[in-house]
Nanobody
Framework: QVQLVESGGGLVQPGGSLRLSCAASGSIASINTMGWYRRAPGKQRELVARITSGSTMYANSVKGRFTISRDNAKNTVYLQMNSLKPEDTAVYYC???????????????????WGQGTQVTVSS
């Protein structure tokens, strides 16, 4: 009943920019935390950034280059990625935690939702 749909990935040259979007669909009342993880080939998944009630957190590797924001009215989180480097190449996954939603006339709460992933490739 709650789904996350990402968009905005693609191929970009080093130094370029991309903006990822992730929209949560369903009869959502509120979302506690939204964020982005990534998984590069041969590496473990890592947290890129997250946002909770306006408070943000970033991985050291992206600080100063990436900006996370959200539009609560649209249940959407964004990741603006600037000064991209080849090492940013990965599949980026949106996630959401602590979603309060309506189902069958009841208010329910769910945890640990993931998008399908979007490929970001930084290469010349």
């Amino acid at each position: 009943q709650v789904q996350l749909v990402e968009s905005g990935g693609g191929l970009v040259q080093p130094g370029g920019s991309l903006r990822l979007s992730c929209a949560a669909s369903g009869s959502i009342a509120s979302i506690n935390t939204m964020g982005w993880y990534r998984r590069a080939p041969g590496k473990q998944r890592e947290l890129v950034a997250r946002i909770t009630s306006g408070s943000t957190m970033y991985a050291n590797s992206v600080k100063g280059r990436f900006t996370i924001s959200r539009d609560n009215a649209k249940n959407t989180v964004y990741l603006q990625m600037n000064s991209l480097k080849p090492e940013d190449t990965a599949v980026y996954y949106c996630y959401a935690d602590g979603i309060t939603y309506y189902s069958g006339g009841y208010l329910k709460r769910g945890y640990d939702y993931w998008g399908q992933g979007t490929q970001v490739t930084v290469s010349s």
